[in-house]
Every structure is written in structure tokens, then in C-alpha cells.
């Protein structure tokens, strides 16, 4: 607990949304998570790794790597990535001392705070409007973009929010998830769109796609799609997070996630 406390104390942050909407406590707890869940995440942390490296040697030209939803940098493979690019830029809202003390050991790597959706600031104020995002669109050097374990995680904190401070309710939080996903992926989409030919970046979006809980004597007891009416693209490759052992968020479930690659 105190070390959670430090941490809250301790994390700067540029987004004035950031603490109050509960950002940091979130990316916090998910700290701890990955520490307490350390041998059932690390295969998904070297898959995610595995898949970014494999798609950066891809890239003809490796000026700018763009990462959206870096968080912890633990799924980031950013040894490899500070060699083989000339600027790594690592986007999301909060970033921990830790990460911030991982970055600076880099000359070439870059924490930026920002929304990817462009529409918190908007949301935070109960304005239920959802942005076409556009940063990095019209960035020419930008040879690679990674979407890392963000997209369903998009409207989790604001769905909260408007919940707790605006009444908002069952429909409209659905609806408002599923716009802020399907904006995030037609931004992702808007990167080759933008590009001209000669600078066609490559995208890859990594995120769960299929969600399945176990009773303790590992029957199926549920399964949902996270994406709801979103139209999920092609997948590449495939693997299974263990993201809640028995134990982590109940002693009835277990809990894992279908996650897949898709180049867009
Ligand atoms: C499941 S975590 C994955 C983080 C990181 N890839 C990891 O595994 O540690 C999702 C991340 O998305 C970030 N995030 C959520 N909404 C965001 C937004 N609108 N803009 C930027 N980042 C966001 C959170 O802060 C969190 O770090």
C-alpha cells in the first residue's frame, strides 16, 4: 500500500483528466497485477514483443516507431527498437517512475503523454462527444505504428466516469465504448491513407479479442466478445493471456484473453 502510495505521489502528470478520471491508480493497479501474475503474463509480454520485433524488420525505412498505449513497457521489445529505429515515441496517458526511469536510459526513446482519442478532455467535462483523431497523421517520418493492448481498454476509465458523475447509462455506456473503439481503429486505418506511397507506414494493432472465464474446476462458465459490434480485422497470429489465475479477481474464475495481431 505505501508503495502504491509513493507511486501516486510520485507520477507527473501532463493531463489535467488523469488523476481525477483514475488513470493513474488504474495503471497502478495493473503494476502490481503484473507483478503478482508474473509467470502467467511474461509469455504474453514475450508474444507481444516477439510480434513488434517481426514487423519492425519489415519496415523498408525505420525513422519514427510510434507506440500507442506503452504504459509499463513491458510488452515492448525497446532495446531492439532504440537500435533499429532513429526515434522511438511511446504514447498514453500516465506513465509510472518506472517507465520513466526505463525511457531515460535511451537517448533516442520519447514518453509522450497524450490521449489517442482525443476526446477524454470532452468526456471528462460530460460532453459525450467522440474526436476523429488526428495527431501523427500528417508525420511523414513515422515508419511504424503499434496499438499495444489499448484498443478495449479505450472506454473502461470514461465509461467509469460518466457513470459515477453524469448518470450515464447501460446504452449509452455501450454506445460510447463502441464508438471510441471504432474511432481508435479508423485512426490506425487513416495512417496509410494519409501516407503517400513512398511512406507507407506500417501498422499493427495487438488487443484482445475474445475474453473466456473457467469455474476452479476449469469448465467454461463464460465468454464474451470485447469488441462488441466493432468489426474486428483479420489476425495474423494468435496467443492466450492468462490475465487472472484463480485467485487474482475472484476464487470462483480464472480468466483469459484471446489476443491477436492484425497488420492493418
Ligand atoms: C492494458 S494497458 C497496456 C499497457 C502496456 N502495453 C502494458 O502492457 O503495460 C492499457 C494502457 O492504455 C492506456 N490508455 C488507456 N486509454 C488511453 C488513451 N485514451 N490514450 C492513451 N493511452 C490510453 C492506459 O493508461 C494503459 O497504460
Not at 483528466?17 to 509469455?43: D, H, L, N
Not at 510488452?75 to 529505429?85: G, H, K
Not at 511523414?140 to 472506454?155: E, I, K, R, W, Y
Request: aromatic share 10%.
Amino acid at each position: 500500500m505505501i508503495w502504491e502510495i509513493w507511486q501516486y505521489l510520485n507520477t507527473p502528470t501532463a493531463l489535467h483528466y488523469a488523476k481525477p478520471m483514475g488513470f493513474v491508480k488504474e495503471s497502478i493497479a495493473m503494476a502490481a497485477r503484473a507483478k503478482r501474475c508474473q509467470t502467467t503474463w511474461q509469455p504474453h509480454y514475450q508474444a507481444c514483443q516477439d510480434a513488434i520485433l517481426e514487423i519492425a524488420e519489415l519496415c523498408e525505412e525505420k525513422r519514427k516507431v510510434l507506440i500507442f498505449g506503452a504504459g509499463s513497457l513491458q510488452d515492448i521489445p525497446l532495446d531492439a527498437l532504440s537500435e533499429l529505429f532513429d526515434q522511438v515515441l511511446l504514447v498514453d496517458l500516465v506513465f509510472l517512475p518506472d517507465a520513466r526511469n526505463q525511457a531515460a536510459a535511451y537517448t533516442n526513446v520519447q514518453l509522450i503523454e497524450y490521449d489517442v482519442t482525443e476526446s477524454l478532455d470532452d468526456l471528462y467535462h460530460g460532453n459525450h462527444y467522440v474526436a476523429i483523431p488526428k495527431r501523427w497523421l500528417n508525420d511523414f517520418g513515422v515508419d511504424l505504428v503499434v496499438s499495444l493492448n489499448l484498443m478495449t481498454q479505450l472506454p473502461l476509465m470514461p465509461v467509469k466516469w460518466l457513470e459515477s458523475h453524469f448518470q450515464l447509462d447501460e446504452v449509452e455506456a455501450d454506445d460510447l465504448g463502441q464508438m471510441l473503439m471504432a474511432a481508435h481503429l479508423h485512426y490506425l486505418q487513416q495512417f496509410s491513407e494519409h501516407a503517400d506511397s513512398r511512406d507507407n507506414p506500417l501498422i499493427c494493432l495487438i488487443s484482445d479479442r475474445w475474453v473466456q472465464r473457467f469455474d476452479k474446476n476449469g469448465q467454461l462458465i463464460k465468454e464474451f466478445d470485447p469488441w462488441g459490434d466493432v468489426l474486428k480485422p483479420e489476425t495474423q497470429k494468435e496467443w492466450d493471456w492468462q490475465i487472472m489465475p484463480l485467485g487474482e479477481a475472484s476464487r470462483h474464475y480464472s480468466q483469459v484473453n484471446r489476443v491477436g495481431v492484425s497488420i492493418l
